[in-house]
């Protein structure tokens, strides 16, 4: 069932509850003041306790005002919203964090529940939708927004059967498995890139999405786990 915003009456369950407390992040003013607006007709059952442009801005209002749930895109103005959300999550660990993105891509999806994520929706949704989905995500559930779920599932088939590259499962892009299969190798910097024909700033920018995606801070780890993972065989 689709719930629409003439639906203005409290979900099955929350008559005797207190509102979500939600903080809302995103580096557009007319997307915060857009959300406000959807969520408005919702407030006994969401309340809009803070909002956020800046992901320092953002930390520290989650810090004062403890929500139970924050809601942010995965890229932000200078930031990573990943980032954002392994920072909170691991300040606030009871905290709900919540993708509203127009990025309806699988790698998105898997990085953001790699880092803890309880929900990733997209940003076509519908007000009284979000409000039911954020009551589930409350309530202990890890949801993904419908028009992903079934490319997730059939993706997730064609892993099994191999037909990813490797490291896809992780979060990796296909050029970044590549260069994780040289670090392995133990290529140098130059090496890659002179293999892969790119320049040896682009061999670190993707070393440094491997990084922050395998939870490393150098080569030496990225190796480990790759090692660990069984990533290359």
Aim: negative net charge.
């Amino acid at each position: 069932m689709t719930w629409t915003p003439a639906m203005t009456g409290t979900f099955p369950g929350m008559n005797d509850q207190s509102p979500m407390r939600l903080v809302i992040v995103d580096d557009h003013q007319m997307v915060l003041d857009g959300l406000k607006a959807m969520l408005g007709p919702y407030a006994a059952q969401v309340e809009v306790a803070g909002e956020a442009s800046d992901p320092r801005e953002a930390v520290s209002l989650v810090a004062r005002l403890e929500p139970d749930a924050v809601l942010l895109d995965v890229r932000l103005r200078g930031a990573s919203g990943l980032d954002l959300c392994s920072g909170i999550l691991a300040a606030h660990p009871s905290c709900k964090v919540v993708f509203l993105t127009v990025y309806d891509d699988e790698q998105y999806l898997y990085q953001a529940l790699r880092v803890g994520a309880a929900g990733f929706l997209l940003k076509r949704i519908r007000g009284g939708e979000l409000v039911e989905y954020l009551r589930r995500i409350g309530d202990g559930e890890v949801l993904i927004d419908p028009a992903l779920a079934g490319r997730v599932a059939l993706s997730a088939a064609r892993l099994h059967s191999g037909e990813f590259w490797p490291g896809a499962h992780l979060g990796l892009t296909q050029r970044e498995s590549e260069v994780l299969s040289l670090l392995v190798a133990g290529l140098s910097n130059r090496a890659i890139a002179a293999k892969l024909v790119v320049s040896e700033e682009t061999v670190k920018t993707h070393s440094r999405g491997i990084y922050r995606k395998l939870g490393v801070s150098d080569r030496a780890a990225a190796v480990t786990v790759a090692l660990r993972e069984g990533v290359f065989h």
